[in-house]
């Protein structure tokens, strides 16, 4: 997740959100976002990595006010990195720690009212504050128009699905379920739905469109001739997600969060869930993990329990099959 070091107390201060290098697209608009929502001027530290982010500030918004360096540590005064709730909301403790059974082992560390992952769920008041400020941080007007121009292709009654394999983290693939995703999307292309696809998978995109030959489209290939960077293109493909009536999104991805908050809430998500026996096994890997990780004895063993895990929820998936949840 993209860090946020921010001063919560003092509104008319200029504030910096810091975004880590090695984080991608979403998370760094998740950081932007809620240094805005705690009002004041904002800068942007917004530093480029070539793999996770290769698109300058200036080119993926309309309004530049990135900084060149980051701030000082003196200026560091508080972090965080989830929509964590503020006084204001006047939300009981523990709102929105029921967004995902295995999104809990990150949660528990955070105190208070969470607003992460909850769509629709979000009270409203908060819900159009976000809204305002996805007005206020508008995509740059190249990409917004090859926007308008790709959704004009979607068939007729488009469901957009993006899919988080988590291959980037081998921990977090005990998650995942491809048959899951199958399953959720038979039930869509039965029902008579065009599907477009964005994965973090490209061989994923091509399995799914062999499969459902005429009803399964790559959404990314719907923006290939739009002229657009690569960087663009990814802000692009996120934004036209939240274009189709229902987003079909993996649990814990901040990339389908941020396409619904651009929709102004406007499409439909339906989470596609890891399920409880998934759920157990990350929670019970990621609590032997944080027990004797400091030791490096145990990597070998632990890194071998983390493949009997990915290789005990498969097993569990040909048994017990995700659904999705319908917020």
Known sequence: MADAFLEPTISEQALTAVCTPHMGLANRIKCVLSAMRLGGSLRVYWPLDGVHLTA????????????????????????????????????????????????????????????????????VPIQKEFFSLTDRLRPHPLIVAAVEEASRSFAERPVCVHIRTWYDSRQNSIVYSSRAYFDE????????????????????????????????????????????SEGQLVFAEMLLLG???????????????????????????????????????????????????????????????????????WVCDLVRPSRSRRH
Request: charged fraction near 25%; charge should be positive.
């Open 243 to 313: 274009k189709a009536p229902h987003l079909i999104a993996s649990e814990g991805s901040t990339f389908t969060e941020i396409s619904w908050l651009y929709s102004r809430g406007s499409t439909k998500v339906h989470v596609v869930r890891a399920g409880p026996l998934r759920s157990r096994a990350f929670l019970l890997y990621m609590r032997l993990k944080d027990a004797f990780s400091s030791s490096k004895f145990l990597n070998w063993p632990l890194m071998v329990a983390r493949e009997v895990f990915i290789a005990l929820a």
């Open 56 to 123: 300058p500030f200036a080119d993926l918004f309309e309004t530049d006010f990135s900084r060149s360096t980051p701030p000082s540590q003196s200026e560091l005064s508080a972090y965080s990195y989830y929509f964590k709730a503020l006084e204001r909301d006047s939300l009981p403790p523990s709102f929105g720690r029921d967004a995902g059974t295995w999104l809990t082992h990150s949660m528990k560390k955070l105190d208070g009212a969470l607003l992460d992952y909850l769509y629709d769920r979000i009270p």
């Open 185 to 228: 999307m038979n039930r869509w292309v039965k029902d008579g739905h065009t599907i477009f696809v964005s994965s973090d998978s490209d061989s994923l995109v091509k399995r799914i469109v062999r499969t459902y030959p005429g009803r399964a489209f790559s959404l990314r290939s719907l923006l290939l001739k739009s002229g657009l």
